[in-house]
């Protein structure tokens, strides 16, 4: 099978399985940070063909859905690439990088071994901040019945990955546990550039937020 019949059959099982989502995490999330993925890697040497597929598989089976188990996502991308019969080295890539993408915490380092997956692992943040990042993080408290805001709650620093999956703070924490720490992991030169405004955007978002809150504004 061609590099391009398989994207096309493997754009088709994502969207199937993912319909429906409702915490962010949909079909249109996977399209963006494809779109993402094609913008940063137009400035890379990378292997396309293994970042089209990482980007359209990399939340095929998330942890967060899977009672936290982080070994399900690699399992059901290489399964699937098995049955188009992909190149070996090409599943195992894929494997790997789907196995190493997520954010594990404020305090947790998360190497990303190829250039191929930096440049998916940007793709994928780059989702999570900005206008649209925003609407993620109140999508997804909404479907974990998270509170908005609890100004007893403060954020926390998480210092390992089973203590950041615990969490159930409210989603405004998520911004300081997460999102605000992006900016400055972006693996590449462009995605940091594209973060920037995203960034302010969310500050700017957070400073009218907590003004609104105390009735300032
Ligand atoms: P990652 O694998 O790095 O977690 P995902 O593509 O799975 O990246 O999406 C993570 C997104 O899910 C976050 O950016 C946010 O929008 C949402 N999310 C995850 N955890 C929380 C949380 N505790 N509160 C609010 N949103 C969250
Ligand atoms: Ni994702």
């Given amino acids: 099978m061609n590099h391009h019949h398989i994207l096309t059959q493997t754009e088709a099982y994502v969207k199937e399985t993912l319909a429906g989502e409702g915490s962010g ?14 913008a940063i890697a137009a400035h890379e040497p990378v292997d396309i063909f293994v970042v089209q597929l990482a980007a359209l598989l990399h939340d095929i089976a998330d942890h967060k859905f899977h009672g936290g188990d982080e070994t399900v996502g690699p399992r059901v991308a290489r399964a699937w690439l098995e049955t188009l019969n992909v190149e070996a080295d090409v599943i195992d890539h894929v494997g790997r990088i789907i196995a190493d993408i997520s954010f594990k915490g404020a305090e947790v380092e998360t190497p990303m071994h190829s250039l191929e997956g930096q440049v998916v692992q940007d793709a994928d943040r780059l989702d999570a901040i900005g206008a649209i990042g925003i609407a993620r993080a109140f999508a997804y408290g909404g479907h974990k019945n998270r509170l908005l805001y609890d100004p007893d709650v403060p954020p926390e620093a998480h210092t390992s990955f089973d203590a950041y999956k615990k969490s159930q703070a409210p989603t405004i924490n998520h911004f300081y546990e997460k999102l605000l720490l992006l900016k400055a992991r972006m693996n590449t030169a462009t995605a940091r550039r594209l973060a920037e405004e995203r960034h302010a955007f969310m500050e700017s978002y957070l400073n009218q937020f907590f003004a609104e809150w105390k009735g300032e504004k």
């Fill in 25 to 38: 995490h949909d079909w249109w999330h996977i399209y963006r940070v494809r779109q993402n993925a094609l």
